[in-house]
């Protein structure tokens, strides 16, 4: 008899030889198996399919691809960088060393004003531009620069025909009114900026130099804005009581309903960008419309027609120069004509002015008298009745018979 102990060796060792004799037959099915077979029995699932995968189920690598080698191309030229037209520069004129002085003062919006009347004379050798300002300065710090004191000196150093004051931006500040810090446009802030607009006014007056006073631009905050237009009254007045000009250039920084604007017509009509991002400064297109407003007066002052023009040095200061007669210029155009003129159809005179003749042709009758003309009988306008008849058209109708008779 077999013991209990050989009975536990051997079924511990079935599934190991049951799993090897699956492996076995599973294997030599495989040798015998072809590809048409396989296709033609079902595809169910087995421990086969699990240990020994068909055929068709392994993965193969891809092929290798061969890389043919490709004929080599043309080098391609960079393409230019796209670039914006650069803007058409002025040629400076060497100035004269009797040129004629453009004394420039006032706050950093004064040397903008400098920067485009320079580009307004650039190529006038005998007018010089020179800007004396100081950018922190104005009315109201005098402790900073006190300009009633010191335009003296300046106009005495640099002997100027003429002279452009442009300052107030820096003055929406407190000022000090006997000890007491006065707040902006307050009431006895306002008599105390305009004594001061006034000593400057006179200060210049003084010199017997002629000068413009040119007004502010709006700003971009609306409390600037309304603090500038207030200033430019106390400008105007001053400059007018002193025997200066006032400049107004308010119109050319401003839309159609009177706002601040940034971009604008320049003075060509073009629109550009004339302030900065800021809302305060203005750009180089905008320095140049500054000087546009300035340009005419000064012109009016230095005694010139353009900014080209010749001026005499020994002129003294304001004085007006006649510049040379011109030729006179022939014109070769068309006189324009209106459309009711009398000449336009060859006429020397309108219809009316002269009684007409008698009307003799038939035509005229009717255009004139208003007498139309006789209908020729049997004409379609030929209303008579009973209908006339022609008597060209009776005789040659008389060989002809009518399909039914009367």
Avoid at 338 to 360: Q, R, T, W
Wanted: charged fraction near 25%; hydrophobic fraction near 40%; proline fraction near 9%.
């Amino acid at each position: 008899m077999v013991s209990a102990a050989r009975i536990r060796v051997i079924l511990r060792r079935v599934p190991v030889l049951a799993l090897a004799i699956v492996v076995l037959v599973a294997g030599i099915a495989g040798a015998f198996h072809t590809p048409a077979m396989a296709q033609e029995e079902s595809r169910g699932w087995s421990l086969r399919d699990l240990l020994f995968p068909r055929r068709s189920e392994r993965i193969e690598p891809p092929p290798r691809q061969i890389q043919r080698a490709r004929p080599p191309t043309k080098a391609r030229k960079p393409r230019a960088a796209s670039r914006r037209p650069a803007e058409p520069t002025t040629p400076i004129v060497e100035k004269a060393p009797d040129a004629r002085t453009v004394l420039v003062v006032g706050d950093f919006m004064a040397s903008g004003l400098a920067e485009g009347l320079d580009a307004a004379f650039a190529q006038n050798a005998g007018v010089r531009i020179v800007v004396r300002g100081n950018g922190s300065s104005g009315l109201v710090r005098d402790d900073v620069y006190n300009w009633p004191e010191q335009i003296k000196s300046l106009i005495e150093t640099e002997k100027p025909a003429a002279v452009v004051v442009m300052l107030g931006s820096n003055d929406r500040q407190q000022m000090r009114v006997d000890d007491v810090r006065e707040q902006p446009r307050s009431e006895n802030w306002t008599k105390e900026y305009e004594r001061r607009t006034e000593a400057l006014g006179k200060a210049i007056a003084s010199t017997k130099v002629p000068y413009l006073w040119v007004g502010m631009p709006p700003f971009r905050v609306a409390k600037m804005t309304s603090d500038m237009l207030a200033f430019n009254d106390i400008y105007r007045s001053a400059a007018e009581t002193h025997g200066g000009e006032f400049v107004d250039i308010w119109d050319g920084f401003v839309d159609e309903n009177g706002a601040f604007v940034i971009s604008g017509p320049d003075i060509n009509g073009q629109a550009v960008r004339l302030r900065t991002d800021d809302g305060i400064n203005v750009s180089k297109a905008g320095k140049r419309k500054l000087a546009f407003y300035a340009e005419k007066p000064l012109l009016k002052i230095l005694g010139l027609s353009a900014p080209g023009g010749v001026t005499t040095a020994a002129a003294p200061a304001g004085a007006p120069v006649e510049a040379p007669a011109a030729a006179p210029m022939e014109v070769d155009r068309t006189v324009p004509m209106l459309l009711s003129d009398p000449a336009l159809d060859g006429g020397s005179e309108l219809l009316g002015a002269a009684p007409l003749k008698k009307a003799d042709r038939p035509g005229e009758k009717f255009a004139v008298e208003g007498k139309a003309l006789k209908a020729s009988p049997g004409r379609a306008d030929d209303f008579s009745w009973p209908p006339k008849v022609n008597p060209a058209t009776a005789a040659a109708g008389s060989d002809k018979t009518t399909a039914i008779n009367p």
